[in-house]
T-cell receptor, first 115, second 111 residues
């Protein structure tokens, strides 16, 4: 009965490789997000989709490409991995976009280590 | 864009004491002010939030106060317990509806 689940939980790979992280939510939420948390614990938004439509695309290298096949899924593909991409990537969802509300429900995180 | 500052960055208190963490923001159109708790190795989770038409909200040992004029809001934890030890993040919602996370406060409650 996991609300927001992401796979894999751990990913260790070499520089230059391509990798994907998958995320699924069973909460019926309209909006999904990718956040990056670096080693200093800063949580920074990367992308957001509302009903499969991209609504936030922060200043992220175009090696990062999100994809939302339906509103319950948001995947993240990363090309040509670099050392600086090492971080924990959190998927999250919320009921809706906008307004004065919007609790984020986070997945468990995917720890990416680039060697 | 929204500028968010959180203080202090670390806080160590004796069990039973109170803890206060302050968050300042720059976007005067911000209208939603949540606090998240992240235990070691876990996901961030919402612990309390407040909307801009309310000055204070309390939930058992935790409370949030908002000063919209001064553009800051604070998290108050009373009667702290060791399980309160975690990193706490404020995350005001800016005028483009993004939650902008502060840099985090590491709270340590000493038994």
């Amino acid at each position: 009965d996991t609300a927001v689940s992401q796979t894999p939980k751990y990913l260790v790979t070499q520089m230059g490789n391509d990798k994907s992280i998958k995320c699924e939510q069973n909460l019926g939420h309209d909006t999904m997000y990718w956040y990056k948390q670096d080693s200093k614990k800063f949580l920074k938004i990367m992308f957001s989709y509302n009903n499969k439509e991209l609504i936030i695309n922060e200043t992220v290298p175009n090696r990062f490409s999100p994809k939302s096949p339906d509103k319950a899924h948001l995947n993240l593909h990363i090309n040509s991995l670099e050392l600086g991409d090492s971080a924990v990537y959190f998927c999250a969802s919320s009921t809706q976009w906008g307004g004065n509300t919007g609790e984020l429900f986070f997945g468990e995180g995917s720890r990416l280590t680039v060697l | 864009g929204e500028n968010v500052e959180q203080h202090p960055s670390t806080l160590s208190v004796q069990e039973g004491d109170s803890a206060v963490i302050k968050c300042t923001y720059s976007d005067s159109a911000s209208n939603y002010f949540p606090w998240y708790k992240q235990e070691l190795g876990k996901r961030p989770q919402l612990i309390i939030d407040i909307r801009s038409n309310v000055g204070e909200k309390k939930d058992q040992r935790i409370a949030v106060t908002l000063n919209k004029t001064a553009k800051h809001f604070s998290l108050h934890i009373t009667e702290t317990q060791p399980e309160d030890s975690a990193v706490y993040f404020c995350a005001p919602k800016d005028s483009s509806y993004k939650l902008i996370f502060g840099s985090g406060t590491r709270l340590l409650v000493r038994p």
